[in-house]
């Protein structure tokens, strides 16, 4: 299997940004395996994620984001160029609860997701046995109310220490900071257990229940500074009924949880999602 | 087929509810047919629906709900014997679009769907010539903000002289007034084009398709004085992406309302549905 | 709405088709909208679908075909051009059983669904009443075992006089023969009411029933002279249980036909969907 | 939390049967928490599953299958009686793939699934390291075309030392002898990995690939004598598009995969699959 890179880009929309970007690709020596393009026509915003073999290219991949360099000239596109086979260095954060996290990394394990999964940080040591048995750091940093702005501080430290640029928000229980937030934008992915909007905030299931609702959700989205408001990457629902409480949505949510982060984080790691304001293109996979 | 009974009834959970109820029906030469019970754990409550043959009853119908007297006096159970046989006047309520009401009236004329429907109302007149077509009343009863309450007051007198006892919103566009919704306690049902609690009120599709939602959904339930508050029957959801404009969202989103507006109604008709607070025990079909 | 159009192309893969695609299209002055391309690696085919506003488009449409010729020499592509102002005739063969047939017309009449039914034909007098009053002309050919060919021969007959192009069997129980059905490749479009490969040939509920599956479906598909063997366009599906009825599964899979066969008919007259031996590629609505 | 009865029971149908059952629970003093029953309508038989608090029944649990003696002899009752707490012995079978039987395993440790893994037992060794962590015995038993009867003893014999009730085939990829799943009726859950009937037999992903569908499913079912068409216990599915490859299509089946399972694992763990013929009753949870 030879190398991919993949070139995001977005600006507004006007004829000829793919003849332009594909002759690009062509001249270049590269061969596009996958192209998809989105207009948002209200907006009047253009999207597009190109795809393509790079054995043939005719500069490195040092020299590659500059040979786009006309598409930000000519149309104004805000473009980026990666590789398939660069992962980024991901943390996932846990509090006590283990299916998201043991999740991920067992397919990481299993060789069917390309994650590079570098700490697993919790406020708790619950897991530390479990994420240790898979080879991978565990970092517990306790955390009270009083002390948050310097554990995330300790956190941002080992952060910045190992390199990461994704954090995975594997069903941890605290609400970062805002300022925290803000200093990662649309690189943090956050699994919340209700069908957002619906039931933000703490306890969805019990919320969930005491409205009476037939069917439950998930959302995997990227995490900004207002609480359960960030761009959304996937959803997904499962079937209730009266004979549910609220310990049974807990464990159907469960099932969900698992498969939808792990769907948003395959998406975000395959360079799939644009996000603009507060929604997300998600190209398909 | 020979007709069948329904019994309903709820209280306080105690022991021997069921050997009372199914032995009272056996020693009156009923034969169940179909029994189905739920607790919530939570509150203490028992519920019932205990469907039975009567071919071989020893009372005739008019004296089968006195039969079930010692359930009240022995166990304080609030309960009610319905035949299925006897199907109630149903009026329609719609505005301009024909989707919902026109999938009922079909349904009705294929024999799929056991409804009574002797008359559709609306605050419009486009849907007269398709309603007449399938052989039904249309009463055309205009409303402005000033008018509502006398517009109401028709309403209520339509419905009162064609002794209408299930009201359908099938996509009726106006909110009722409390006055009119309090006299109907779990007997509107509405069809709410969003999956609530999220987007309550108006232009349920655009507030999704500006969130950014990765499914939509659709909600039917029993209308009460608040606001898309009420008792939530049943409700259903369709994947939807980016590529949505806020029209997709609402050409997805009528093929799931009749269906989920349709279930509903099967669901009150055949007496399978108990109100608990703002919740529903719905039985299986 | 200015017009579109569409190009519609499948070739060997090799380096340059949408720089070469894209490049005509802009070099003559039309703006892509919506560019999606498929690469079936294990074939080593192409596949690609290009929509386009030809307001600034430098030539008529009668030329415009003659505009991608470069792509047949220069590709060996197989490709068209379509534009969606042009609907083609469609037919609607239909039995006893209304359900399919009705819901397209109203989709056609409430302006949903872009189709251009120009005669509903069946072997039964049943829907003649109802779809008259839908405007459409109502053509009653009936049949039997001894005279298929005699029907058949009028049934072309009838296409041929209204120059129809596409023909919808919508719940029409007669099995064409294969002379017919070979003279309309990938024109025909059926619903069959089960999750093909699962329960082919006649009544499929009954076998779901028999089996005891706890999940139902229905596939529309083009129609090959191989009974329910032609390209699969969509499927979906519904839970069941053991309360269910061989009626019930009916019942619940009607649900499912309208709904999967007017998506399957929105993707073929949207000219999403391109056939590939037995298989499909259906691009986004 | 005290411990629960259930009463499983099916026999033709008449009247009295619930009086009956209700009524000798009702004397021994127990108190019924939940009761469901079904009555097959085509057949005549009738089903019930009745769950009842036993802390005040007057009996113990060495007499009270003989409590409902009289069910036996009065409505040629076929009947049993369980306990809540009383989880039988089961043992995993399992290949080289990982994720079903590991997942089962992790619901167990998290206290999610009330099952009791005695052995995971494999024609390989890959998963012994894994199984290990998780404290369960592993047991490999190599098999070659021309073992199978030697290692089948084996596997017999290890199933009988250790009392083993219940065999799930966690992806066990080998056909077991009519000789053995005679010997195991209705207590052999194996997990197939398409929607069965359709695609039975090996490589069911590739055959679906082939084939072109839409939506691929999982099977979870009793094995029987005759390959895949045992009586189905669970079913769902997935949506898929041309852009999947048979590698993306075993991928997202898995992860149906395992929620299927366990939630078929969970039914009959619960007592809530009653077998019939060649279909099930399956009770909701």
Same mark, same amino acid.
């Given at each position: 299997?030879?190398? $991919?890179?993949?070139?995001?880009?977005?600006?507004?929309?006007?004829?000829?940004?793919?003849?332009?970007?594909?002759?690009? *690709?062509?001249?270049?020596?590269?061969?596009?395996?996958?192209?998809?393009? $989105?207009?948002?026509?209200?907006?009047g915003v253009f999207f597009q994620r190109v795809e393509f073999e790079i054995d043939d290219f005719d500069l490195g991949r040092a020299d590659m984001d500059g040979a786009f360099h006309p598409l930000r000239t000519g149309f104004d596109m805000d473009c980026s160029v990666h590789f398939d086979d660069? *992962?980024?260095?991901?943390?996932?954060?846990?509090?006590?609860?283990?299916?998201?996290?043991?999740?991920?990394?067992?397919?990481?394990?299993?060789?069917?997701?390309a994650i590079n999964p570098v700490a697993v940080i919790s406020n708790h040591a619950d897991l530390a046995e479990a994420v240790a048995w898979h080879g991978v750091a565990y970092h517990h940093l306790p955390v009270s109310p009083d002390t948050q702005l310097e554990q995330e501080a300790q956190l941002s430290a080992v952060l910045a220490a190992l390199g990461v640029e994704l954090v995975v928000l594997a069903r941890y229980m605290r609400i970062l900071s805002p300022g925290l937030v803000t200093a990662w934008p649309a690189?943090?992915?956050?699994?919340?257990?209700?069908?957002?909007?619906?039931?933000?905030?703490?306890?969805?299931?019990?919320?969930?229940?005491?409205?009476?609702?037939?069917?439950?959700?998930?959302?995997?989205?990227?995490?900004?500074?207002?609480?359960d408001e960030g761009p959304i990457?996937?959803?997904? *629902?499962?079937?209730?009924?009266?004979?549910?409480?609220?310990?049974?949505?807990?464990?159907?949510?469960?099932?969900?949880?698992?498969?939808?982060?792990?769907?948003?984080?395959?998406?975000?790691?395959?360079?799939?999602?644009?996000?603009?304001?507060?929604?997300?293109?998600v190209f398909e996979g």
């Open positions: 299997m030879s190398a $991919h890179a993949i070139l995001l880009g977005s600006c507004t929309d006007r004829p000829g940004i793919i003849a332009a970007t594909a002759g690009m *690709v062509h001249t270049h020596g590269g061969n596009i395996v996958d192209l998809q393009q $989105h207009t948002d026509r209200e907006l660069e *992962v980024p260095a991901t943390a996932l954060l846990v509090s006590k609860e283990q299916h998201c996290a043991l999740d991920l990394l067992g397919r990481w394990r299993a060789g069917e997701l690189r943090i992915i956050n699994i919340h257990h209700s069908f957002l909007p619906a039931f933000q905030g703490g306890r969805p299931y019990h919320q969930a229940h005491a409205r009476g609702v037939k069917v439950i959700g998930v959302t995997a989205h990227y995490v900004t500074a207002e609480l990457i996937d959803q997904d *629902v499962v079937r209730v009924s009266h004979r549910d409480e609220a310990a049974d949505l807990r464990r159907k949510g469960r099932d969900l949880e698992v498969v939808v982060l792990a769907r948003a984080v395959r998406a975000h790691l395959e360079h799939r999602v644009l996000v603009h304001g507060n929604r997300t293109i």
